[in-house]
């Protein structure tokens, strides 16, 4: 692999985000408003990052293979390691866990399809309702960050987080769905 391209600054913002992953859950492990703060704006900068890493690698013509490979990967370990220290704390418990389940079994599912999708050099493009879905999952999930320090400053954070999580866990389902009929053919085929 070229240097340049492993030290480009799109790869550079995904490796930051995958760094960012143990320092949240860190924050979220121990109790107190400070650090919530602190794990709500890690995670912020994670995801703002997503969006700028994609972006300057396609302006810049810099897209790899090592950057195709690490950003959903990155993705997915920032929303699962989120959605599990949140489960963890009590934040999201009850019946708030079924959608954070639904999320991280679409994902997982969505990650196996696209793996055995690529194998046989079949492509499944992101859905602009799935740009949507991830767009509302990530406010959830900042919601729910915030959590009881948010509380502090707006009451209803948490459950504005956890409405938010529903309808997100309700967008998932839809575009894995998605996913799957698109994929589907191949799968029969094979």
Known sequence: MKK???L???NILTYGRIAAVPAL???LYFEGHTLR????GLFFLAAISDFFDGYLARAWQQQSALGR???PIA???LVSVSLLMLAADGTIDDWSLIPAIIILCREILVSGLREFL???RVSVPVTRLAKWKTAVQLFAIALLLAGPAGETILPGTTLAGLTALWLAAILT???GYDYFRAGIGHLIDE
């Open 118 to 120: 690529a194998e046989l």
């Open 4 to 6: 340049n391209i492993a």
């Open 8 to 10: 480009s600054l799109p």
């Open 173 to 175: 389902i839809y575009t």
């Open 37 to 40: 703060w602190v794990a709500l």
């Open 69 to 71: 490979m690490l950003d």
């Open 25 to 27: 859950a860190g924050c």
């Open 75 to 77: 993705d997915k370990l």
